[in-house]
C-alpha cells in the first residue's frame, strides 16, 4: 500500500523560509517522478517541482530560484526546500508519485505567508 505523508507546514513571514518533506512507504521513490503541487483557496491544484527518477527536477516559472526539490533514497523522502517565501505562495502543498499502477497523492501540508 503506497503511502505518502507530507509535514513542514506552518505559518511564515514573508521572505521567510520553510522546508516540506514528504515520507513515502510502499514504493521506492527513486524509481519514480516525485512532485509537489499547492492548492490556494479558489484555485486549482497546480504544480510546483518534480524530480524525476534519474534526479532531474523541474520547477514552475513562479518559484524557480526560490524553490528546490531533492530526495534522501536512504529515508525515502522527498523534500522542497522553500526560499524567500510570498503570501502568494499560501496554500496546502501536496506530495505525489507517479507510478506504473498509478498516480498517489497525500493529504497535503497548509502553509501561509504572512505578517
Known amino acids: 500500500q503506497v503511502q505518502l505523508v507530507e509535514s513542514g507546514g506552518g505559518l511564515v513571514q514573508p521572505g521567510g523560509s520553510l522546508r516540506l518533506s514528504c515520507a513515502a512507504s510502499?514504493?521506492?521513490?527513486?524509481?519514480?517522478?516525485m512532485g509537489w503541487h499547492r492548492q490556494a483557496p479558489g484555485k486549482q491544484r497546480e504544480l510546483v517541482a518534480r524530480?524525476?527518477?534519474?534526479?532531474?527536477?523541474n520547477y514552475a516559472d513562479s518559484v524557480k530560484g526560490r524553490f528546490t526539490i531533492s530526495r534522501d533514497i536512504v529515508k525515502n523522502t522527498v523534500y522542497l526546500q522553500m526560499n524567500n517565501l510570498k503570501p502568494e505562495d499560501t496554500a496546502v502543498y501536496y506530495c505525489?508519485?507517479?507510478?506504473?499502477?498509478?498516480?498517489?497523492w497525500g493529504k497535503g501540508t497548509l502553509v501561509t505567508v504572512s505578517s
Open positions: 505525489n508519485a507517479e507510478t506504473i499502477t498509478g498516480v498517489y
Open positions: 524530480i524525476k527518477s534519474g534526479g532531474s527536477g
Open positions: 510502499g514504493i521506492t521513490l527513486s524509481t519514480y517522478t
